[in-house]
């Protein structure tokens, strides 16, 4: 049986914005990298304006939507994704979120 390791589930609602992370560490052959995640920042209401993740990982691999498009993109490992996915949301929101350590 697979095995999860919660790292970070936390979510915060600002100015009309919200960024929801979630990140598991797991044996779960349905993500090969090791990781479970889902990074998202949207509008209240449901509009995606950023989000990785890697949902369909052995099908689809490890996705960046931004808006109504997707690509596919190379993992990078844990770190460093959602490093990129911190600074990239303080461009894409007026919001200067406080993230946790």
Not at 10 to 18: F, L, N, P, Q, S
Not at 26 to 50: K, R
Not at 66 to 82: A, H, N, Q, S
Request: charged fraction near 30%; proline fraction near 4%.
């Amino acid at each position: 049986m697979a095995s999860y390791t919660t790292i970070a589930d936390w979510r915060d609602v600002e100015a009309g914005y919200v960024v929801a992370v979630t990140i598991r560490q797991t044996t779960d052959e349905q993500y090969p990298c090791g990781w479970s995640y889902s990074l998202h920042l949207g509008e209240v209401g449901g509009d995606v304006i950023l989000r990785y993740d890697n949902a369909h990982e052995r099908t689809k691999g490890h996705e960046r939507h931004i808006r109504d498009d997707v690509e596919c993109i190379e993992f990078p490992g844990m770190l460093t994704l959602y490093n990129r996915f911190k600074r990239e949301t303080e461009t894409m929101s007026p919001v200067s979120w406080e993230w946790p350590e």
